[in-house]
């Protein structure tokens, strides 16, 4: 489960996995449980598919409506090249968007669920 929130990035692994162990021994324990990973996935704000805040931002803002990169780059505030390169391939790869005809940038199916799935609820 750490991997795959990892995204097959060791150093997010290791960052997960440390910050398991210390939820872990914070209750006194010593051996690490898919509870402790849910624990430590909350400050880290690593949802259950690996997004972080980022990817969640960007989640939102092409949520709203399809649009082009240098505007996704900006609510991001971000330089257009760091979204391009860094944010949406990973994206793209678990098929959460997809880049549509202009430039202009869409979510899927399986993204608008999973977009809806982050935002709270309201009672």
Same mark, same amino acid.
Do not use: W
């Given at each position: 489960?750490?991997?795959?929130? *990892?995204?097959?990035?060791?150093?997010? *692994?290791?960052?997960?996995?440390?910050?398991?162990?210390?939820?872990?021994?914070?209750?006194?324990?010593?051996?690490? #449980?898919?509870?402790?990973?849910?624990? *430590?996935?909350?400050?880290?704000?690593?949802?259950?598919?690996?997004?972080?805040? #980022?990817?969640?931002?960007?989640?939102?803002?092409?949520?709203?409506?399809?649009?082009? %990169?240098?505007?996704?780059?900006?609510?991001?505030?971000?330089?257009?090249? #760091?979204?391009?390169?860094?944010?949406?391939?990973?994206?793209?790869?678990?098929?959460?968007?997809?880049?549509?005809?202009?430039?202009?940038?869409?979510?899927?199916?399986?993204?608008? %669920?999973?977009?809806?799935?982050?935002?709270? #609820?309201?009672?």
């Amino acid at each position: 489960m750490i991997a795959e929130r *990892a995204r097959g990035t060791p150093h997010i *692994a290791l960052r997960l996995l440390q910050a398991c162990g210390r939820a872990c021994r914070s209750e006194g324990e010593t051996l690490i #449980t898919v509870e402790h990973l849910m624990r *430590a996935c909350d400050p880290e704000q690593v949802d259950a598919l690996g997004l972080g805040v #980022t990817e969640q931002k960007y989640l939102e803002v092409v949520g709203n409506t399809a649009a082009r %990169l240098n505007v996704i780059a900006a609510m991001l505030g971000l330089p257009s090249r #760091t979204v391009s390169e860094v944010v949406e391939p990973f994206l793209v790869r678990c098929g959460l968007m997809i880049k549509g005809d202009q430039g202009r940038r869409q979510l899927t199916e399986k993204g608008q %669920l999973h977009l809806s799935n982050l935002r709270p #609820t309201d009672v």
